[in-house]
């Protein structure tokens, strides 16, 4: 039995369309998430934001436990190993909300996954290709930084033992034929991440016909990033006590030898090309991803 299950809400509009949805929360420390979603609920209950095609599927906390917390998660990591699990199989709290959230990704046409994370850092998007239609949703969301190739990255790091740690909310999302993004809105604690979420939700509105709404409710001071993608080149885990030799950011340059990261019996990580490092978690946990590192393609 799960003690505490994710809240689901859906706005139906008369008209054709195809289905959104918007998960926050996946990880419970992510608060930006939750609040941008909130904001879009409540002008759409309002009569705000009027939708009017297709469908609309809100889940503002997807990890209650995680979020109630403040943790990242209880158990398992949510958005690792995202699929239903047969019953004999379910340990962990977070198994359970896979087989509540796993039947809204199944129906969906797209999702828009928010988040945020721990270096500082501004907001950008996973995507795992460059199909034309997979990059048309993403430049929609108004934020020019890409980031492709997670799920190959992590998965082909020989260090990761079960390939299918790999599958996440937007990865299970493509198994059934949805196009789907991650959204990283920027730090955890930046005072504008919750900003780059809502207009991204509005944004995704607009370009898949779902709603009508006044100009004004856009954000028009949203902070501007280069425009450029990340083609994720490879992943390291944190397998023992070690620390960063610095406090990387998120984007850093990186040059080919640059060390990285030294674990306390001395054993070096260094960059194994120029490129740039992607999520750094410097107080990561063991068996967890430390860094992820990619190269630079100009758009």
């Excluded at 909300?97 to 500082?120: A, F, G, I, N």
């Excluded at 850092?121 to 048309?136: C, T, Y």
């Excluded at 260094?270 to 750094?280: K, M, N, S």
Aim: one cysteine or more.
């Amino acid at each position: 039995m799960i003690d505490k299950k994710p809240e689901i809400f859906t706005f139906e509009g008369a008209g054709k369309g195809p289905v959104l949805t918007v998960f926050g929360a996946v990880h419970g420390n992510e608060k930006c998430g939750p609040q941008a979603i909130r904001r879009i609920m409540k002008l759409i209950e309002s009569g705000d934001i009027q939708v009017t095609a297709g469908k609309v599927v809100f889940v503002p906390v997807c990890n209650p436990r995680a979020y109630d917390g403040d943790v990242r998660f209880v158990e398992r990591n949510l958005n690792r190993f995202f699929y239903p699990k047969p019953k004999d199989e379910i340990t962990h709290y977070e198994d359970n909300l896979d087989l509540v959230l796993c039947p809204v990704v199944e129906k969906t046409d797209y999702l828009l996954d928010l988040h945020s994370y721990t270096s500082p850092g501004g907001a950008f998007i996973f995507l795992e290709d460059l199909s034309q239609k997979s990059v048309a949703f993403a430049e929609c969301l108004g934020v020019p930084r890409m980031v492709y190739g997670w799920a190959a990255a992590l998965s082909s790091n020989d260090e990761v033992i079960d390939k299918k740690q790999a599958m996440g909310t937007t990865e299970y999302a493509r198994e059934f034929g949805a196009l789907s993004l991650t959204l990283e809105c920027g730090q955890h604690k930046h005072p504008r991440a919750a900003d780059v979420g809502f207009q991204a939700i509005l944004n995704a509105l607009a370009f898949l016909k779902l709603a009508k709404f006044d100009d004004t409710l856009n954000i028009a001071d949203l902070p501007e990033e280069r425009s450029y993608k990340v083609k994720m080149r490879g992943s390291r885990l944190k397998l023992r006590d070690g620390d960063f030799t610095r406090d990387w950011k998120n984007m850093d340059p990186l040059k080919k030898g640059d060390v990285i990261a030294r674990y306390d019996d001395g054993e070096e990580i260094t960059a194994p090309e120029d490129g740039i490092i992607v999520l750094p978690k410097r107080d990561q946990q063991i068996g967890h991803e430390w860094f992820f590192w990619g190269v630079e393609e100009e758009v």
